[in-house]
């Protein structure tokens, strides 16, 4: 992994390229943004590794409770998922708006530390999950702009692969502070809340000021003001509709994780190391598959990406397993995300134009996850109706149906994406 120089204007602000770049060189905006996302995962998922057992254990509240918390802190942050990406589009200040998100966060782990009871606990996750919201897609959209279109795949990769990073250490470092202090949360609280300062600090005085729409005014092709208008275009669309049939058929992690525990006493016995065993599968795939989309085309990855999950989802589904299926299953689920995650916001970024991209990126991953709650949901149903088996194995060959749907509406969409007129 290398840092390429990038052109940068009169007042220091770095500026995509027009020419490519070396194929092997991946932007230093890249790679900061990432050591952001490093950080407040690291912050993020060492609450989440806790978080139901403090709920619960300490501040006493009963599972209903917990389920409503978790509710939450999963399904916020799509609803502000498209009002980050627009004021962000708005305002031509990606970075800012992504720093009120990650500031959002970081004030929430001071909260939480004298929060007591369920109404304080819910509003301190729900401004966490609103702040998570208002930055995915403005910090996306940065990475976008300060990478040339060939290379998007393998930026995201790299973002993602250090994102998760800092969502397997995240976990690790808050069950070791509990093993050398045993039931001190605050100090977990103390060290979440140092880890978000951090990121945030990074964001704020070293990741440059692009400005998506200020840049185009440089260039040859006449400036484009944001518009809703341009979403509306049908390769856009044909994503859009994809990801949403295809999200629908996502079974959840924690469901899955819940079918290899039932099943197996490996996976019972270490129930938390599951987390950390998809999320080192992906950070480890995470790169070559954004490079693989890069060269093959970024629809045809995606698509791809959930026969895995179909793989994983059988490996689940099996009545009888052991360690080397479970193992199995992590590895497909990690390959399934580095598939999809960062191929996505790269593949919706091509398909807009530069002054509405952070909306673009939003309203692409607003629909998944939206359609990944109504999947939880219709899951859930399923299981307690069918059994875990049954359940697994008539949502894995919807899924291949599914996959199917989404060849045929991607078609031909890497191909053009690259012919895309701002209009």
Not at 315 to 344: E, H, M, N, Q, R
Not at 383 to 397: D, E, H, I, P
């Amino acid at each position: 992994m290398y840092l390429s120089d990038r052109p940068r204007d009169a007042a220091g602000t770095e500026t995509p390229s027009a020419a490519p770049t070396t194929g092997r060189r991946v932007g230093s905006t890249v790679i900061l943004l990432g050591f952001v996302s490093l950080l407040t995962d690291i912050s993020s998922e060492s609450l989440s590794a806790v978080l139901p057992l403090y709920l619960t254990a300490v501040l006493g509240l009963s599972p209903l409770a917990y389920g409503f918390v978790d509710g939450l802190y999963q399904g916020v942050s799509a609803l502000v998922r498209i009002l980050g990406g627009w004021l962000s589009d708005r305002a031509d200040r990606p970075k800012w708006v992504a720093f009120l998100g990650y500031g959002l966060s970081a004030v929430t782990k001071a909260l939480l530390i004298p929060a007591q009871g369920l109404a304080a606990v819910t509003a301190v996750i729900t401004v966490d999950r609103l702040g998570k919201g208002l930055r995915t897609a403005p910090r996306d959209a940065i990475i976008a702009a300060s990478t040339p279109e060939h290379s998007l795949g393998r930026a995201f990769g790299v973002h993602r692969a250090l994102d998760t990073t800092g969502a397997a250490i995240g976990p690790l470092m808050a069950f070791s502070i509990l093993w050398w202090i045993p039931g001190n949360y605050r100090a977990v609280f103390i060290a979440s809340l140092a880890a978000a300062l951090l990121g945030l600090a990074l964001l704020g005085l070293l990741v440059p000021d692009l400005r998506p729409r200020r840049a185009a005014r440089r260039t040859a092709a006449p400036p484009v003001a944001p518009s809703w208008r341009s979403l509306a275009e049908p390769r856009f669309g044909r994503v859009v509709a994809a990801s949403a049939v295809l999200g629908v058929l996502t079974i959840s992690d924690g469901f899955l994780y819940l079918s290899l525990q039932q099943r197996d006493d490996f996976a019972g016995k270490w129930f938390p190391l599951l987390f950390v065993g998809t999320n080192v599968a992906y950070l480890t795939l995470a790169v070559p598959f954004g490079r693989l989309s890069d060269r093959l085309g970024r629809a045809k990855v995606l698509v791809g990406g959930h026969l895995l999950l179909v793989g994983a989802y059988l490996c689940a589904a099996l009545p009888s397993g052991g360690l080397g299926l479970t193992i199995a299953c992590l590895l497909l689920l990690g390959g399934f995300y580095a598939c999809t995650d960062g191929v996505l916001a790269a593949l919706a970024s091509t398909l807009v134009p530069a002054p509405m991209r952070a909306s673009g990126i939003a309203t692409a991953q607003t629909v998944v996850a939206l359609a990944r709650l109504a999947s939880s949901l219709l899951f859930g149903a399923l299981w307690t109706g069918l059994g875990r088996s049954t359940a697994v194995y008539v949502v894995a060959g919807a899924l291949v149906v599914g996959v199917a749907v989404a060849w045929w509406l991607l078609r031909h969409v890497d191909r053009s994406a690259h012919e895309l007129v701002p209009a």
